[in-house]
């Protein structure tokens, strides 16, 4: 790794410690918070790219499972990826690789509508295709309900999508970041 590369992963662990400042809201039928810090991945994958943006996130959930602080509402520590929410955040690596291995192949030809749909396909269908079985499992409820229940985080992570598209967009105007593979 560059020293750039290196700071792109630093950077982007530290946005992603940085968005769990907003205050979560938890859901009381799953137990799962509502937080700003699911932005983080689609923001890493997006700007820094596959490889920069999957490390990043993944030195940020090693850092979590170390037991800092650094999850919404100051929690940290190993119960933190046993829990409920933990299939989403053991996700959040591999959902910062997939959003930046789309954006780099397409960078391109990307417009507002596909980065929303790589942003969607990465961010959210992916983490919450494991984070929805997680919360079954750990929580011991059926499918059915948790997936109901994490129905309620659709509509804050239709407003992420949005928001990263704009940041992305903004940035790799004024900072090209990525390469095209």
């Known amino acids: 790794m560059s020293t750039r590369d290196i700071v792109f992963v630093a950077l982007f662990a530290a946005l992603t410690a940085a968005l769990g400042l907003f205050p979560p809201v938890t859901l009381p ?9 699911s932005m983080g991945p689609m923001l890493a994958g997006a700007i820094a790219g596959a490889r920069r943006g999957a490390a990043a996130l993944a030195l940020f959930v090693v850092l979590v499972c170390a037991g800092l602080p650094l999850m919404a509402g100051g929690r940290g ?21 997939v959003i930046g291995f789309l954006y780099e ?21 992916l983490t919450y295709a494991v984070g929805i079985p997680w919360i079954a499992a750990v929580a011991r409820v059926d499918l059915a309900k948790a997936a109901i229940g994490s ?31």
């Open 29 to 37: 039928v799953i137990g799962v918070p509502i937080t700003a810090q």
């Open 77 to 97: 520590g190993l119960g933190i990826v046993m829990g409920p929410g933990g299939g989403f955040v053991l996700m959040w690596p591999v959902a910062a690789f």
């Open 105 to 125: 192949r397409g960078l391109e030809t990307l417009t507002a509508w596909k980065e929303a749909l790589i942003l969607v396909l990465g961010g959210v269908v």
């Open 151 to 181: 129905a309620w985080f659709l509509p804050g992570d239709a407003v992420k999508v949005v928001l990263v598209v704009l940041v992305a967009r903004a940035v790799r105007r004024a900072y090209p970041t990525l390469r095209p593979r």
